[in-house]
């Protein structure tokens, strides 16, 4: 079994700064993309950014320019550092990873979620 544990989340005012980590720990084999989704109430749970293992990103257009993506493969932990954040980013975020559990066994995991609210 594979654990992904978030943290960072909290009250933020809007343009401030806000950072998340998550870590996954367990039987790992090796991770491949790793990603952060947000879910706003009464919607759709969203990718917010995604970085594949040798560290391609892919950025929503919503976050573009002000959310930064990173990843410590030495660690097993993903980043996400949120700049001149917005009301609208109040979500609760969730980590995403494919983890590979052997060779050729790749499964999705997600971590519990953390809130990330904006205050105007």
């Known amino acids: 079994q594979v654990q992904l544990v978030e943290s960072g989340g909290g009250l933020v005012q809007a343009g401030g700064s806000l950072s998340l980590s998550c870590a996954a720990s367990?039987?790992?084999?090796?991770?491949?993309?790793m990603g952060w989704y947000r879910q706003a109430p009464g919607k759709q749970r969203e990718l917010v950014a995604r970085?594949?293992?040798?560290?391609?990103?892919y950025y929503a257009d919503s976050v573009k320019g002000r959310f930064t993506i990173s990843r410590d493969n030495a660690k097993n932990t993903v980043y996400l550092q949120m700049n001149s954040v917005k009301p609208l980013d109040t979500a609760v975020y969730y980590c995403?990873?494919?983890?590979?559990?052997?060779?050729?066994?790749?499964?999705?995991?997600w971590g519990q979620g953390t809130q990330v609210t904006v205050s105007s």
């Open positions: 995403n990873a494919l983890v590979l559990e052997g060779p050729q066994t790749e499964t999705d995991y």
């Open positions: 367990g039987s790992i084999f090796g991770l491949n993309a």
């Open positions: 970085i594949s293992r040798g560290g391609r990103m």
